[in-house]
């Protein structure tokens, strides 16, 4: 599954680096130009159950081509979603195209601990509304993981990995054929157990109970759900027996209703990022003068990284000096005797004057 710099792969897509991990290979599109992030699923064939030995192989390139396809067309566009181009085998690879964006992969910001409570929130309202398009499209997106979503340099977080996650549950299908055993050991074999992968329901409620899942994850810095091993995670996932959202903070009852075993139960993409954008709304605000550890709650815009005022944290418009009536200036210290002596002595004056016009 390597490519090398200037190689042309599915006969249109012209490398131009190195593999960047999660973020894809780096290459550009022949036909329009345009940059692009390939990734590669590959097509093991030979490991299709039930295969007899020396029998020719079947091809799943082209079933896989046509469904990535299929979900390239139906897909919305949204700012928030990452557009998936196209898909094409080569050999034993299907090579997946997504448009390419300046970013840093989730992954590697949740590598560093829990993520504050409403910096997640602003994430989590991001991709809702991803989401959401996708819901409306008629579309499930069934690969809601750290790996798949990038965080852009204006905080904004983008969800790409709509192709790429068709492609593979497509291919666990035609692996497992009709004997659903089958297609749970392929699945098993080829995701693992990721628990944003394994809602027991289908559809859009899946991609909400991942979004918990997602959300959960950032705010503790571990799964809701034990994933040492698949079998004890698919029982945790069934029983709704999820580790305690204690270090959720705010987010708590919203993690807790998407995390529900009871799809019916757990709000939609649209209720998600209402209830996250009115939580943003008047989320503290960083940065403020004050008292040390005092965080204000002021009204914020509906998206938008939380970053501190400029100027230092100053709210804008405060004046930088105290404003009011002018107050006369002081008396320099060295002055202060000389003007009293000075009073004096026309005190002294005025007393004079009167006993002379009285006397007289």
């Not at 999660?22 to 699923?41: C, I, K, N, T």
């Not at 949204?78 to 989730?106: F, K, S, T």
Request: hydrophobic share 45%; charged share 20%; proline share 12%.
């Amino acid at each position: 599954m390597r490519a090398e710099p200037g190689q042309v792969v599915a006969g249109r897509y012209r490398v131009t680096g190195r593999s960047e991990g999660e973020v894809g290979l780096p290459a550009v599109d022949v036909q329009s130009g345009a940059r692009v992030r390939l990734f590669g699923l590959e097509l093991p064939e030979l490991l299709v159950p039930g295969h007899p030995v020396g029998a020719p192989a079947p091809s799943y390139g082209p079933r896989l081509t046509a469904r990535v396809a299929q979900v390239a067309a139906a897909a919305a566009a949204h700012p928030r979603l990452l557009r998936g181009l196209a898909a094409g085998p080569e050999d034993e690879v299907l090579w997946v195209a997504e448009e390419a964006v300046g970013g840093v992969p989730l992954e590697r910001l949740a590598g560093n601990g829990p993520v504050s409570p409403y910096r997640v929130a602003e994430i989590g309202a991001d991709l809702a509304g991803a989401l959401r398009a996708v819901h409306e499209a008629g579309l499930t997106h069934g690969n809601l993981t750290l790996r798949t979503v990038l965080v852009c340099e204006d905080g904004a977080a983008m969800l790409g990995g709509l192709l790429l996650g068709a492609a593979e549950e497509e291919l666990c299908a035609a692996l497992g054929g009709e004997v659903p055993r089958r297609v749970y050991e392929t699945r098993a074999l080829m995701l693992g157990p990721l628990a944003e992968r394994w809602a027991i329901d289908a559809g859009a409620p899946a991609d909400t109970w991942a979004l918990g899942v997602l959300l959960y994850r950032l705010l503790t810095g571990h799964g809701p759900y034990p994933e040492h091993d698949l079998p004890t995670l698919l029982a945790a996932v069934r029983d709704g027996q999820h580790h305690p959202a204690d270090g959720c903070g705010p987010l708590r009852p919203l993690v807790e209703r998407l995390l529900r075993p009871d799809a019916a139960a757990r709000p939609d993409a649209v209720a998600v990022q209402r209830e996250l954008r009115d939580l943003l709304a008047f989320a503290p605000e960083p940065g403020l003068d004050g008292p040390p550890g005092s965080l204000l709650p002021v009204p914020r815009p509906e998206a938008g990284p939380l970053v501190p005022r400029p100027g230092g944290g100053r709210r804008p418009g405060r004046p930088t000096d105290r404003q009011g009536p002018a107050r006369p200036p002081r008396v320099p210290p060295k002055l202060l005797g000389p003007l009293v002596l000075a009073g004096v002595l026309v005190l002294l004056c005025a007393a004079i004057g009167v006993i002379v016009a009285v006397a007289g």
